[in-house]
């Protein structure tokens, strides 16, 4: 499995953020595959049923915009083009490209005027999501329409003699209600593919390549809690007995209240001496003193990271020929892809140590869930046994509650605007391509019924100085009472955030509303009064792959709930809940 066979199906991605979904949905329907460059020469692709070229942010007449091996509609494999994807078909086969009258942007209504094998099992109008600017005005020889809509004339296209087929709309988002439908009819009777992909019924097989890899060596995983490395570290325990692995987990402070002991409850069950546990609490602390800039804060994290494994490797018996590095790396980490770049950045730090660096270089590091993407691991978790607690966790950043505690070096009063009060707190934002690290909003008179985010990205318009727009829950004074105070990260603030993630956390899981957002970073600004000096900022977010999200309104009675047991705790002077999408705003605010 996995790396071992041919994918079925490959996916060519031509920039969008929408190819990995794409290799989601067909592996959801029971087939590998893989996503690999648009560039790819054809003969790389011998063996594959299928392929599939992405939709993309690029236009096809753009100088240096993505192109495709033109041998792939040659290859007598058929090929489906979605959105940017069919018009670079057209392109390369003689139609004609141009800007749509009007972008189409959103929902819209399918009219099916050929089913052909793509579209069979559809009805004669169906809901399809659209997002393009360009549209095929001509097609190429050999094509026939199969679809349109109102504003799209060719909105599916096909050339059933080569089997090559274009989507102007996304099959593969939830929107276009029967996606699923069209995706399965591309690969199992255009592509004539078989069921070979189902990864929590391929224990077995994932084991045996573990212990082909390993061979009579033993592994050493650094474990974080998070999903991935843990479901690797079991995966790779029941493959070789845990006497032959040993998982380290590094406590750098950082961590959500009672971290450490549910990891280590999870990994109980493998007996004595097989994880242990590093106190570093002291070392971040004192590395952290004085640190007010975010990207500063993340970097002397990082290396202290770094640091603090290059000593454990070194200290153990870990750089001896008889150990090999496990990792919990998966698919949408390692590949080479437009969509996945932010990924790659904010992980680097775990493979720059110089150990493993060089355990790398000499092919002793195994991946045992690098084909898999998120979902996919967690259904290997579950049929490994592992606690839904822990499968169903929120992604959790790796510099942990050090990027959710706000320091500032000097003190300052809100101003009132117009509009709301100016703090003297800034945030990270993605504005553009690029970062930006400007001031907060607060808004004090809000009405909760009238939805506020529309209103939050109407001031961020509006308003260049800011890039986050916050709202008042509830507090011990107002905002014309409070300040910003000189602060840094002590271990008072953390343990003071500690208590209120926790707080938050336990009232979300309790209420049910864990579920419906993707994650909920609590956040401690120092804004406060001399007594209470701290606040506090409730930001739950709706996203995907953490790369665009929403903001999510925590309902009424919630919001008042954990704002109530948010100010009993010591030094909380007021609640906030922030109403900033992403853009323009990060997830989090560091
Ligand atoms: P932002 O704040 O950039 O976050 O919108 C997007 C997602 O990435 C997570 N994140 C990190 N994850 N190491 C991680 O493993 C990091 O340094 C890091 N920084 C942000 C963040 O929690 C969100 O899910």
Redesign the pocket.
Known sequence: MGARTTPQIVVLDTGGQYCHLIARRVRELGVHSQVRRASVGAEELAGTKGIIVSGGPSSVYEEGSPRVDPRIFQLGVPVLGICYGMQLMTQELGGVVRPAPSGEFGLAVLHVDDPDKLLVGLGPQEQVWMSHRDAVAQLPPGFRVLAHTDTCPIAAMADLERALYGLQFHPEVIHTRNGLRILKNFVYEICGCAPDWDPAHQLEELEESIRKQVGDRNVLFFLSGGVDSTVAFTLTARALGPGRVHGVYVDTGFMRAGETEFVRDILARFGEGVFSIEDEREEFLSALAGVYEPEEK?RIIGEKFVEVQERILERGPYLGSEWVLGQGTIYPDRIESGGTAHADV??THHNRVPGIQRLIEEGRVIEPLAEFYKDEVRAIGRALGLPEELLGRH?????GLAIRCLCSPQGGQPVRLEQGWLLPIRSVGVQGDSRSYRAVLALDALDWADDPRAQATELINRIPEINRVIGWVAGRAFLDQMAVRPATLTRERLERLKAADAVVRRLSQASGFDHQVW?FPVVLIPLGTEEAPDSVVLRPVDSLD?MT?AAVLIPAPLREQMARRLLEIPGICAVFHDLTH?PPA???WE
């Open positions: 993340r904010i992980k992604p959790f950043p790796g510099p994650q953490g999200a992403k990060t997830i989090e």
